[in-house]
Every structure is written in structure tokens, then in C-alpha cells.
């Protein structure tokens, strides 16, 4: 625990400017982000007596260790770096929304040449046009299958679409009118865009002029006695009004709105928000987050705002968004909302009339949803907790392990080695300081020297990151000539591939902010305890690697799969848990997780080098004649046994190249036979070897 007046500026240091600031603690490690109209005043509100703070905030100052700002011209800069440094550092005491299920959206991907409707989530995508939140899956498929008849737009996948031009036959939709199978060009590309907008449109909200305009077709059918004609249309008309009933009207004004609520206690806070387009209910969501920080109910709507709108533009934010309470900085917020849909957005809370009601609505589910996840949570922390205690008694731990790391080790028949590294913090996984290795120390098969080579090259990383930051490490820690120590690309890898960015923080005070940009290292941090995948042999690698290291703090066991048997190093029986142990089901799980992400890592290493092609090693010849000479002989295989005056025949080859890709295939050994695993076929060369 650090004294807080042990990293206090000096008086006058701090600017009296908008800015952003950070904490850290003692691993360099950014542990809250927030901003301040004020730097001066608000830094200032951290260094009272620690008896006068929030006890949150106490225990926030006394786990950092330094603290650091950055100025900025306008509130609105602060508000979109602060929400920029939250995003990239995760910071432990900052209010951080969850979400409590992976909603789906209704999605256009109007990106594509014939634009497909279909459910989504996860992250949204550039050029797809969504519409949701919605609570269920189903609730999608129901609308579109109503609008389908009115708007048939293609909704099947790239491969069905593909098929189907090849086949020159539609796909079951198309036949029976609910697609209008661009795939075998019934409609060209321009009209079934036209039909996709308009999909758009009516799910946008602007009902009325479509369904009005539909109306007037059906009595001019009418009127010309076209009947069929007029029944399609009435059908049309009864589908569309059925697809607008799924959503209730609750504004009569044809409100496009959001309404936020939040439901909170001493320890949580619920979040609910209802996406109101056209006066209706689109879409509903909602989140929860530990009160990690002292924050009021203006704080916390402040976050929900930044969380539901910081990766928004344009019609996603709405005209008008009604909150519970207006942040402190309401002016800043609402120029900031305003600047994200390009156009003024109102912020205010409702004090009468329908949107109020609509509001206790939304304030309803939002405790509704709180009690939900308190019920959930309870059973949940208590088990996690217990399986800690049971763990560290286990292994005569002086406390729970509290950040656990376990590493295996994967291969084909001694190809491809490859190890995993997966985190758990508090009993749960930390995906973002997944790693993985490729084994490079030695070739062939030993799991005992890799799980070696692993450990080594962990903890040599985290040593050298204590001495980046002045802490203390052990003398004469070797560091390999080509950097293994000290490298830091293509050996170990973030599980999302872009936490490894080390530049980019913003523009730094001058002289306020240290060089080390305090983005989250690879190995700066270090566990308490190694679970490592196997028996004694493992262990004992694992436990000599540390020790020649220096290193003697952290505890070392293993998980044996054979019969779930924990072994510690030095000990000749092993540690057996009782089964119904929550300690030995958490091992097991961190264990398995290690397991399928080095498998994951492993496969996929493998199916690189299965497609690598003799025509990559050949400098010049880019990923366009390689595709045209492949297209043009069919395979590698009659492309080597073709001369190299054939070989210029194909469109942008010309003699030098041709004679380059002669020799090259001529040296290169053809590659063994592609075997199916579940037939045992084996697959020949000419039916479809790819460059």
C-alpha cells in the first residue's frame, strides 16, 4: 500500500486547464483514467487525508503509485480521451458498463454488391446498416419473415448465393417469392438495392408514406380490375402492419429517442435503454457494472453515454436522449453527442407527459435486472472465492492466488510446436494477456524442454520489465543474442492481435508524462501462482526455469490430465482434491482453456504451411499472376511440368518471370499428398492445390 504524498506533485505543477489523468501503480500499470475541467482542483480532491475520502477513492490512491496527466484545448477533447484511454487501458477503478448478454441486431449489408439481410452481433462493421438491439434472435426472423414478402431481399449466405449463380436455380425463397434472386439474375444489382433501401427505410421508422402508397396502388389495381393484383397488395399491406405491431407505439409523436435508467446500490449499477424510433420500442438493452469508483448517478449516466455512443455516428445517435440525471458536464456531453450524429441532439430528463411514464418503464427493468444479476452473482462470487481459499490451502499458499497463469504445450507429431499462456484474474479469464509462443529453441518433439523454453522466455520478459520501471530483478539474467528477451514481434501474441501498439497515447504535458507510454505490457505483471498442463516432468521444467532465473516467489503446480492429480514440484505423490472440488473444477478450467488455445494456435500454424505454395518464394510475382497461372494450368502440379514457352502464353507473364517460376518449381520437392482425415482419401494434387 503507497502513500499517496509519497507521488504528490509539487504545488503549482499541475496546470489549472482541461486535461486528462491517469494512475498507475507500482507495474507502470494505468489503473484509473479521468478528466476535470480543472486539473489543479480535481488532482487536488485525490490528496486529502485519506479519513476525508470515499473509501473507494482511498483505495484507489493507495494502490497507485504515480500519477499523470494530459492537457488539452476543450472539455469535449477531455471527454473523447478519456473515453479513448478507458477503451485502450482498462483501467481496474473505472466504471466499466457489461453487458449482460451478446445482443442481436438486424443488419443490411449495404457494403456489398446485393446487400443481405441477417442477424448480427458483436462488433459492428463498416457500410452495414443495423436496426436493434432486440432481446431475441427469433423476434428478428419473425419481422423478416413478414417484410420478406414485401421487401424480398436476399438473406442467404456468400456460399448459398455462389452455389445458386453456378446451379442457375434459385434457392427455395426464390421460388416462392420471398427472395427476388439476384443470384440468377431475376432483378439486376441497382433494383434489388432499391429494395434493400427501402427495407431500410421502413425499418427506419418512415412507415406511414410506404404503407400510404401501397393503399393507393391496391385501389388503382382495383379500379382497373386487376384482382390479384390487388389481394397481393392487401396481403403486403396486412404483413407490413403485422411487422409494425411486434413493436409497441409508446410515443405518440412519432419520438426518435433513447431513454437511459439506471438502478444502482452501494456496491452495483444497472443500466437500461430503450432505443425509441418512430414513436415505437426498436430495440432494448442493458448492462451492469461495479461501482469500482465514487460516482454519483450523474457519473455513472456520463459513462452509459460514452459506452453507448463512442463507436456511434450518424442515425444511431437520436435526435433526443432522456436520462435520469444530466452529467456535470452537460454542455460538454451534448456538444460531444452532437459532434458524433453531425447534427444537435437534445439531452435532458423528462419532467411530464408520456416520456416520463416511458421512463419509470425503463427504471423498472432496470432494477428488475439488478436484482436479476445480484441473484446470479452472489452464488457466483461466493463460488469463485471458495475455489481461491481451496486452491491456496491446497498448495500452502500464503494467500489466494489471485492471478493465475497456466501454459501448454501443442504439436503434430513434433511439426508446428507451438505453447499457449492464459491468464485468470479473481477466478475468471483475462483474454486480453492471453499469449502464445512458437517453439524455436530446438526442433522436434519434447514437451518437457518447450514447457522449459516457455517459462524461461516469460519470466525473462517480466524481469527485464522490472527493470524497465526501477524495480528491483535478479543480476546476470541472461538474454539471448537475437533478442528473445527483448523482442517483441511474432514471438508472443495478444489473443486480439492489437493490444501490442505502443505509440499512439496522445499528446503528453511537456514533461509531465513519463516516456513509458503505460500501455499494458506483455509480461510486466507477474502471477502468483504457474499451473502448467502435465505430471512431475512438466513441473520440474517449469520450477527449474524460475529458479535459474532467481525467481522463488511464485508457486509452481501441475494438473495432470489422466486422473485430474495436482503435482507440486519436489514431491513424489501427487495433491489429489476431492472431486466435487471447486478449487480442482477451476483448475481444470483454467487448464482446458490453456488446452484449446494452444490447439487453436497450433491448427492454424498448420493450415498456413499446408497452403503455402513454391510460387510464394519467387520474388516478383505478386498474388495476381499467381492466381492467373494457377486458373490457367489448374495446379502446381501441371504448372511444373509445363515449359517455360507455355508458361509465357499466360496474360502478364513475360520470359524473365516464366523462367524464374521453371526453376523455382523445378527445385522446389513436389509436397507430399493431402490426405482427408475422415475418409482417409488421398487428395490429388490436380484437384485444387491454390498458390
Known amino acids: 500500500m503507497a502513500d499517496p504524498s509519497s507521488y504528490r506533485p509539487k504545488p503549482g505543477q499541475i496546470p489549472d486547464s482541461p486535461g486528462v489523468y491517469k494512475f498507475r501503480d507500482e507495474h507502470r500499470r494505468v489503473i484509473y483514467v479521468g478528466k476535470a475541467k480543472s486539473l489543479?482542483?480535481?488532482?487536488?480532491?485525490?490528496?486529502?487525508?485519506?479519513?476525508?475520502?470515499?473509501?473507494?477513492?482511498?483505495?484507489?490512491?493507495?494502490?497507485?503509485?504515480?500519477?499523470?496527466?494530459?492537457?488539452?484545448?476543450?472539455?469535449?477533447?477531455?471527454?473523447?480521451?478519456?473515453?479513448?484511454?478507458?477503451?485502450?487501458?482498462?483501467?481496474?477503478?473505472?466504471?466499466?458498463?457489461?453487458?449482460?448478454?451478446?445482443?442481436?441486431?438486424?443488419a443490411v449489408t449495404l457494403n456489398e454488391e446485393f446487400p443481405r439481410v441477417q442477424?448480427?452481433?458483436?462488433?459492428?462493421?463498416?457500410?452495414?446498416?443495423?436496426?436493434?438491439?432486440?432481446?431475441?434472435?427469433?423476434a428478428i426472423r419473425e419481422t423478416v419473415d413478414l417484410m420478406l414478402r414485401v421487401f424480398p431481399v436476399r438473406t442467404c449466405s456468400a456460399g448459398v448465393f455462389r452455389n445458386a449463380a453456378s446451379a442457375g436455380r434459385p434457392c427455395l425463397l426464390g421460388y416462392i417469392g420471398k427472395c427476388s434472386a439476384p443470384c440468377v439474375g431475376r432483378v439486376e444489382p441497382v433494383e434489388h438495392r432499391e429494395l434493400a433501401e427501402d427495407f431500410c427505410d421502413f425499418m427506419a421508422g418512415r412507415t406511414g408514406t410506404y404503407i400510404r402508397r401501397l393503399e393507393q396502388q391496391m385501389t388503382e389495381a382495383a379500379e382497373e380490375m386487376e384482382y390479384e393484383k390487388a389481394a397481393r397488395l392487401r396481403d403486403d399491406i396486412g404483413?407490413?402492419?403485422?411487422?409494425?405491431?411486434?413493436?409497441?407505439?409508446?410515443?405518440?409523436?412519432a419520438t426518435d429517442a433513447d431513454l437511459i435508467a439506471l438502478a444502482e446500490d452501494e456496491l452495483e449499477a444497472a443500466v437500461q435503454i430503450f432505443h425509441v424510433r418512430g414513436g415505437r420500442v426498436r430495440g432494448q438493452r442493458g448492462w451492469v457494472t461495479d461501482k469500482v469508483e465514487a460516482v454519483s448517478t450523474a457519473g455513472l449516466v456520463e459513462h452509459a453515454l460514452q459506452q453507448l455512443y463512442g463507436e456511434?455516428?450518424?442515425?444511431?445517435?437520436?435526435?433526443?436522449?432522456?436520462?435520469?440525471?444530466?452529467?456535470?458536464?452537460?454542455?460538454?456531453?451534448?456538444?460531444?453527442?452532437?459532434?458524433?450524429?453531425?447534427?444537435?441532439?437534445?439531452?435532458?430528463?423528462?419532467?411530464?407527459?408520456?416520456?416520463?411514464?416511458?421512463?419509470?418503464t425503463v427504471a423498472r427493468n432496470a432494477q428488475q435486472a439488478l436484482v436479476l444479476h445480484k441473484t446470479k452473482r452472489a452464488s457466483d462470487l461466493t463460488t469463485r472465492s471458495r475455489a481461491l481459499e481451496e486452491i491456496a490451502e491446497a498448495l500452502d499458499l500464503d494467500s489466494a492466488p489471485l492471478r493465475i497463469e497456466c501454459f501448454d504445450i501443442s504439436?503434430?507429431?513434433?511439426?508446428?510446436v507451438v505453447a499457449s499462456m492464459v491468464v485468470f484474474e479473481d477466478g475468471l479469464p483475462r483474454k486480453s494477456e492471453y499469449r502464445r509462443f512458437q517453439i524455436k529453441g530446438f526442433e522436434g518433439q519434447d514437451d518437457v524442454r518447450s514447457m522449459h523454453e516457455v517459462i524461461s522466455r516469460r519470466f525473462k520478459r517480466y524481469l527485464v520489465e522490472k527493470e524497465k520501471t526501477g524495480e528491483w530483478g535478479p543480476e546476470g539474467v541472461a538474454v539471448d543474442a537475437d533478442g528473445d528477451a527483448m523482442d517483441t514481434h511474432g514471438d508472443a501474441m495478444d489473443a486480439h492481435g492489437d493490444a501490442m501498439d505502443t505509440h499512439g497515447d496522445g499528446p503528453p504535458a511537456s514533461g509531465e508524462v513519463p516516456a513509458d507510454d503505460g500501455r499494458p505490457k506483455r509480461f510486466a505483471y507477474p502471477p502468483q501462482l504457474v499451473v502448467v498442463d502435465g505430471g512431475q516432468p512438466q513441473v520440474a521444467?517449469?520450477?527449474?526455469?524460475?529458479?535459474?532465473?532467481?525467481?522463488?516467489?511464485?508457486?509452481?503446480?501441475?494438473?495432470?490430465?489422466?486422473?485430474?492429480?495436482?503435482?507440486?514440484?519436489?514431491?513424489?505423490?501427487?495433491v489429489v482434491l476431492p472431486r466435487s472440488s471447486e478449487g480442482l473444477y477451476l483448475l481444470q478450467r483454467v487448464r482446458d482453456t490453456a488446452h484449446d488455445f494452444a490447439i487453436r494456435y497450433q491448427r492454424s500454424k498448420r493450415n498456413k504451411r499446408i497452403r503455402t505454395s513454391p510460387l510464394d518464394a519467387i520474388p516478383g510475382l505478386g498474388d495476381t499472376r499467381k492466381q492467373a497461372l494457377i486458373k490457367h494450368f489448374g495446379s502446381v502440379k501441371r504448372l511444373?511440368?509445363?515449359?517455360?514457352?507455355?508458361?509465357?502464353?499466360?496474360?502478364?507473364?513475360?520470359?524473365?518471370?516464366?523462367?524464374?517460376?521453371?526453376?523455382?518449381?523445378?527445385?522446389?520437392?513436389?509436397?507430399?499428398?493431402?490426405?482427408?482425415?475422415?475418409?482417409?482419401?488421398?487428395?490429388?494434387?490436380?484437384?485444387?492445390?491454390?498458390?
Open 40 to 106: 489543479r482542483q480535481r488532482l487536488a480532491n485525490y490528496f486529502q487525508p485519506l479519513a476525508s475520502l470515499h473509501p473507494r477513492t482511498a483505495t484507489m490512491v493507495t494502490t497507485a503509485a504515480s500519477v499523470e496527466w494530459t492537457v488539452v484545448s476543450t472539455e469535449v477533447e477531455a471527454l473523447q480521451l478519456e473515453y479513448s484511454w478507458i477503451k485502450e487501458y482498462d483501467p481496474r477503478f473505472n466504471v466499466k458498463y457489461r453487458d449482460d448478454k451478446s445482443y442481436p441486431y438486424l
Open 541 to 574: 521444467a517449469a520450477r527449474r526455469a524460475l529458479d535459474e532465473l532467481g525467481i522463488d516467489d511464485i508457486a509452481v503446480c501441475g494438473l495432470a490430465k489422466r486422473l485430474e492429480e495436482v503435482w507440486l514440484p519436489g514431491d513424489d505423490d501427487p
Open 411 to 416: 504439436h503434430l507429431q513434433g511439426q508446428d
Open 312 to 360: 456511434e455516428s450518424g442515425d444511431a445517435v437520436p435526435r433526443e436522449v432522456l436520462v435520469p440525471a444530466v452529467p456535470e458536464d452537460a454542455d460538454a456531453v451534448t456538444q460531444w453527442l452532437s459532434g458524433r450524429r453531425g447534427s444537435q441532439v437534445s439531452l435532458r430528463v423528462p419532467q411530464r407527459g408520456d416520456k416520463k411514464d416511458l421512463m419509470e
Open 640 to 691: 511444373r511440368q509445363a515449359t517455360i514457352e507455355q508458361i509465357c502464353e499466360v496474360p502478364g507473364m513475360g520470359r524473365k518471370t516464366a523462367e524464374a517460376v521453371a526453376v523455382a518449381l523445378a527445385q522446389a520437392a513436389p509436397a507430399a499428398p493431402a490426405v482427408n482425415t475422415a475418409t482417409g482419401e488421398i487428395m490429388e494434387d490436380d484437384g485444387g492445390t491454390t498458390a
Open 239 to 253: 404483413a407490413l402492419r403485422r411487422a409494425m405491431e411486434k413493436n409497441a407505439v409508446v410515443l405518440a409523436d
Open 119 to 138: 442477424v448480427m452481433r458483436g462488433h459492428k462493421k463498416k457500410g452495414v446498416r443495423y436496426f436493434g438491439p432486440y432481446a431475441h434472435a427469433w
